[in-house]
C-alpha cells in the first residue's frame, strides 16, 4: 500500500475504519446514500460511459461502497450484486486516477467480501484491476470481447424467425438464464426485462433463446442473450442491430469462435476492448462452454452483472 497509511478505528472485521491515502483521510460510505450525479462523475474520471441511469440501476440491484475525502469527495467504489445466498457478481469497481495504486481500491474489495461473505464470486476485471484481484484469490476463467459500434442492419435473412417477447415471456425468459448462467438471477432478469426490447425463438412450444436490449451508457447494450446454438444467438440479435440501425449500439461476449462473433463484426460492433472473467470460490459453469442440453450466454448483460 505505497503512500497510504491506516488508522485503527471501528471497520469491518479487521479492516480499518480510515485510511490515510497521501495526505488526507480517506472515509468509506454505503454507496445508496450518495447522488447519482456524484457516482456518475467518479465513472466518467476513468472514462466509463455510465449515465445516472445506469448508476440508479446498478444501485437498484446490488449493494456497495465508497471512499469519501476530507470534503466528500467521492474518489472510489466497489460493488456486488447477490443471485441468492450463495453467489454474487463484483463490479463498478473504479478509483478515480489521482488516487490509484494507494490502496483505496484493495480496501473496498476487502469490505465488499466482508459484507457479502458465504458466496462465491465472478467478476469481470480490466487490465488495470488484475493486480487488485490476484492477490485476493480471484482465478483467471475467460476473456470477454466488448464489441461496439454503429450498427448496421444486415441483409443476412434469418434461418428462424423470432418474435418480440411480452410480460408472459418472463417466467421463460429466466428458466433459460438461469440454465445458462449456472444460477437464478430472477430479480435481476424481472428488472432487465421491465426495461429492454426483447426477441425470442421457440422450439416444440418452449423458448430456445432470447435477447434482450435496453439503453446504456452510449446508446443501447444487447444483454443478455442465451441460446443453444450460434444460427439461435443470431436469430434473437439481428432484430436489435436491424432497429438500431446506424446508432451506437454494444455486445460483450465470450465467444471468440464460430459464426456469432462473425455477425457481430459485420453488425458494425468491432471488438474495443477486453476483459477477463475471474472467479473466485467454485466457479459456476463456464460461461461459454457447451454441454448437452445447456444454453449457453452469448452476451452479458453488462460486466458488472455478468
Ligand atoms: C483497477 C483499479 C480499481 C485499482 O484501484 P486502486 O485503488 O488503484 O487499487 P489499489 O491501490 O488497492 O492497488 C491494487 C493493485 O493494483 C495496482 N494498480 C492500481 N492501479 C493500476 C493501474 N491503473 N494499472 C495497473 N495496475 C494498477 C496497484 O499497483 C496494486 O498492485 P500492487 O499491490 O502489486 O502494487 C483502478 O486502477 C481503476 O479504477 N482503474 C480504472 C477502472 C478499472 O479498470 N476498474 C476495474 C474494473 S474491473
Known sequence: MSGSGIEDGAGDGALPASLTVDAFD???????DIGLERLQALSISVGWPHRAEDWQFAREV?????????????LASAMWFPYGDDFATIGMVMTSPRLQSLGVGEWLMKRVLSASAGRTYRLSATRAALALYRPLGFVGQRTVFQCQGEARRSDRSASAQPRRLVEADLAAVTALDERAFG???????????????????????ALA?????RPFGRGHVVGPVVAGTDEDAIAVVQPHVDEHDGRFLRLDT?????????????????????????????????????????????????????
Open 26 to 32: 480517506v472515509r468509506m460510505a454505503d454507496i445508496a
Open 62 to 74: 446490488g449493494h456497495g461502497f465508497v471512499a469519501l475525502d476530507e470534503i466528500d469527495r467521492v
Open 183 to 205: 444460477t437464478s438471477r430472477a430479480g435481476l432478469i424481472a428488472r432487465l426485462f421491465g426495461q429492454s426490447v426483447g426477441y425470442g425463438l421457440e422450439r416444440d412450444g
Open 209 to 213: 433463446a432470447f435477447a434482450l436490449c
Open 254 to 306: 465470450h465467444l471468440d469462435e464460430g459464426l456469432f462473433p462473425v455477425f457481430v463484426a459485420r453488425s458494425g460492433l468491432r471488438i474495443h476492448d477486453t476483459v477477463l472473467t475471474m472467479s473466485l470460490g467454485a466457479p459456476l459453469t463456464d460461461p461459454s462452454t457447451r454441454a448437452p442440453d445447456r444454453p449457453v450466454t452469448y452476451a452479458l448483460a453488462t460486466q458488472a452483472l455478468g
